[in-house]
């Protein structure tokens, strides 16, 4: 059976792993991008800072994900106890907010808790239809209006009111009142809540150099980057690329945007009309680097939320705490990073993003006037969030297993197009399960929302790459990618994402 894979993110460098665990060598990897990592690559700027393509920790629902991880990098990771704050009304309040809204001002506190007894009393009814009428339900009037509207509003980039209810499981803290109740009577801050309350990031190369490495430990030879697949010919099954070149396969594992591959599928019009359908937001990464130290009410922070309008960013991450090698002076220099969603619905301006975030950073009292700006970086993801949309489950429960129907297993974040199991643990979940169901026809776990079910050990030693499974980079090919830990760009480069 030969496989071919599309895209060298998380799903796409799992599934071929599990291939070489599998002993399983007809496969090949085709990757638009010059160099492997997808959505979860790091960049070096001429600066010498690192940036990841967004606010990514690492936690693990599974034990494979995390051998994987030692295999990978080995002892060189730093291990941080989450620090999560919400910055409004010109205060810090601990994340989870609604565990915390003691620090609000007392006429929004007494607002907030009259909602949340108001829900808590009313008859269940009717299940929620969208995720707008879960939070009002669950949270009342009071915190919806408060920081649950506006926040989804920013980081969705939709309102609550167009998003669905099938995708939440763990992504929103369930609501306990009579511990916010207890939180208000002892002023007492409750942060301990969520899968993510402690988390481990890379020591050296950000996000990026997880999957580099493990790049670099697979058959360089069977990894084609640049190449972009243009068409797919199920009927045939086979992939054509932009250079003309063909490429068949008997199976075909797609981690490319779901509307993309149905888009490109030539012998399928009743599947190719769903991609119109499908909604996503795009992202902007906008990264600060600094000289000198950062502020003293940000020494020990690692993420902060921003549900506001004063301000285009919904989150800000003290990306240069992540590790101390995320600045090019460690000690003499820190950063931050920055996350805007654009959207149909909330559109922005390019040109005066970067201008806009480092306003916002002077408002909320992180910098002022005299602070010395290093570098600057911005990169654009035009596939940011798949979107959870009211109608995404009905469309998906059609499209998907036709697709599988046709050779094709569409997986990953914006592959399987669900939310809700799109953190890298996932996505390499999806992978490593793709494949086993093609090789021995397991059970997908993973994409069907079941967690933490490990894959089958297999004894069968892994088939190893010219690099003999050392941590290493892989030898120059035809693509010229020489397996570098990060890339380099100029330092204010907007790169578009397609």
Known sequence: MRIVILGAGPTGLSAAWRLQEHGHHDWMLLESSDRPGGLSMSVRDDAGFTWDLGGHVIFSHWKYFDRLLVQALGDQWVEHQREAWVWMRERWIPYPFQNNIWRLPPDELVKCLAGLVQAHRAPNGE????????????????????????????????????????????????????????????????????????????????????????????????????????????????????????????????????????RSLTDCPELAHFAPQFVHSSSHIVGIGFTGKPPAALTSKCWMYFPEEDTPFYRVTLFSNYSPFNVASPGRQWSLMAEVSESVFKP????????????????????????????????????????????????????????????????????????????????????????DHLLTQSKEQTVNGTMGVEPEAITRERSRSSTNGKRSVVPAHKNGWTGPVLTRLQPDEVRVEN
């Open 348 to 435: 922005v301006n390019i040109a005066t993003m970067v201008d806009d975030v480092i306003a916002g950073f002077r408002k909320v009292g992180f910098i002022d006037e005299s602070t010395p700006i290093v570098t600057r970086f911005h990169r654009r993801l035009e596939h940011g969030y798949p979107t959870p949309w009211r109608g995404r489950d009905a469309v998906l429960d059609v499209v998907l297993p036709a697709l599988e129907g046709r050779g094709i297993l569409s997986r990953g974040r914006f592959g399987a197009w669900k939310y809700e199991v799109s953190n890298q643990d996932h996505s390499c979940l999806q992978g490593v399960e793709a494949v």
């Open 127 to 262: 299940p929620p239809k969208t995720f707008a009428d879960w939070l009002m339900r669950s949270f009342g009037s009071g915190l919806c209006e408060t920081f649950m509207y506006p926040y989804n509003l920013k980081v969705w980039a939709y309102p609550p009111s167009a998003l669905g209810v099938g995708w939440m499981g763990d992504r929103v803290a369930p609501v306990d009142l009579a511990r916010i109740l207890a939180n208000v009577v002892h002023r007492k801050d409750d942060v301990s809540w969520g899968p993510n309350a402690t988390f481990r990031f890379p020591l050296r190369g950000g996000t990026g150099a997880i999957w580099t490495s493990i790049a670099s430990q697979l058959p360089f030879e069977r990894i084609s980057l640049g190449t972009r697949a243009a068409r797919i010919d199920t009927s045939a099954r086979r992939v054509i690329c932009e250079d003309g070149s063909s490429i068949p396969y008997d199976r075909l594992i797609s981690t490319i945007p779901l509307d993309q591959l149905l």
